[in-house]
């Protein structure tokens, strides 16, 4: 059969999203099904994926299982633009190169999904979706948290425990949760499927889907609410140019070396100061704030208030305010935010 290379590369490219498992045979090696001029293209792990491409010709039926890493270096490197398959004792690629491929025995474990009442989000909800990735657990015993929750009464919101990101009324017109390795698969095409069983998503060109954890049903959902409402009726203690506090921090992120994760920060007068220490040495950034400051230095994450300030930035060119809020975790929190349209945007940060 014969393939335009883009559109294979595009199939294999949903698929490409499954992640590795060393104890799945079914995520490591893709499963490839023709029927007449379709070829289907399937990895299961913890997310299952199904692309298909349609061919210009083709005959026959049969299925080959692949090694996703062959596949994958062929269709990176292939230099025409259209494929040809044939599938005898072997399976034969060629596209101004040529790979043959060893049949390998059957695998199982493969799973299909089709999506059902379909939904498009918004360009915000997009935005808060590629940001709220930043904020996503990737430490074991936090399974619980490991995913965005779209709350259609009350908005956004992600937290890996120790960062919570909300954004209030984009919530959209039903409840669902994004795990984690759907929302980073999410490259803001497709339409978004939700039910009771998972969450997935849906292309021109095939399916991406992970089953709901069971550990997601212990999602700390009222927990997170009510700290990024501390956090919100906060008292402001400094209002900044996030222009000018991004640029800041940008900065000031390129001298955190050796492990050193944080910036001091104090206030003095009208001028906020980042430190930091480099054993012996120090570099210093300041920014100009309003408002009575901060009763004594702390610190600041800042490679990880960055993604934050230029999500802030692309929705509205202002201020941010920052407080404090001792009540919204069991810690002291740093709170970012500014509203725009009714909606309140915040990023809560632990403190260091």
């Not at 490219?13 to 070829?39: F, T």
């Not at 692309?51 to 005959?59: L, M, N």
């Not at 269709?75 to 259209?82: K, V």
């Not at 501390?230 to 001298?255: C, I, N, P």
């Amino acid at each position: 059969m014969k393939l335009k290379t883009s559109d294979f590369q595009s199939a294999f490219k949903i698929c490409d999203a499954v992640v590795v498992s060393s104890v799945q045979d079914s995520s490591q090696y893709v499963r490839l099904r023709q029927n007449a001029k379709e070829l289907t293209l399937s990895l299961t792990g913890a997310l299952w994926a199904e692309a298909h491409v349609t061919g210009s010709e083709g005959t026959g039926k049969w299925t080959a299982y692949v090694d996703r890493r062959a596949l994958k270096a062929f269709l990176s490197t292939a230099p025409a633009s259209e494929i040809e398959l044939y599938y005898k004792d072997k399976l034969i690629l060629k596209a101004g190169q040529r790979l043959e491929i060893a049949l390998h025995a059957p695998i199982s474990g493969y799973e299909a999904w089709t999506p059902k009442n379909t939904f498009d989000l918004t360009d915000l909800q997009k935005t808060v979706l590629k940001t709220g990735t930043h904020y996503l657990p990737n430490m074991a015993g936090t399974e619980n948290v490991d995913a965005v929750v779209f709350d259609k009464d009350y908005g956004i919101f992600v937290t890996d425990t120790l960062f919570v990101m909300g954004v209030t009324g984009v919530g959209g017109k039903t409840s669902f949760v994004l795990p984690s390795t759907v929302a980073k698969a999410f490259s803001g095409a497709g339409k978004i499927a939700s039910d009771a069983s998972g969450t997935g998503i849906s292309l021109p060109e095939g399916v991406l889907y992970q089953p709901l954890s069971t550990a997601l049903a212990n999602y700390p959902a009222d927990k997170c609410k009510a700290a990024l409402f501390e956090g919100q009726k906060a008292s402001a203690l400094l209002t900044v140019s996030g222009k000018d506090l991004l640029e800041a921090l940008k900065v000031t992120s390129q001298f955190l070396v050796d492990k050193i994760e944080a910036a001091i920060v104090e206030t003095k007068g009208t001028l906020l100061t980042l430190t930091v220490d480099l054993s012996g040495s120090k570099f210093q950034k300041t920014v100009s704030f309003a408002g009575p400051g901060f009763n004594a230095p702390i610190k600041w994450p800042v490679k990880k208030l960055i993604p934050w300030l230029d999500y802030a930035l692309g929705i509205q060119v202002g201020n941010i305010e920052i407080s404090q809020s001792a009540t919204a975790l069991a810690c002291g929190v740093n709170v970012f935010r500014f509203s725009e349209n009714k909606r309140n945007h915040i990023l809560l940060a632990a403190a260091l």
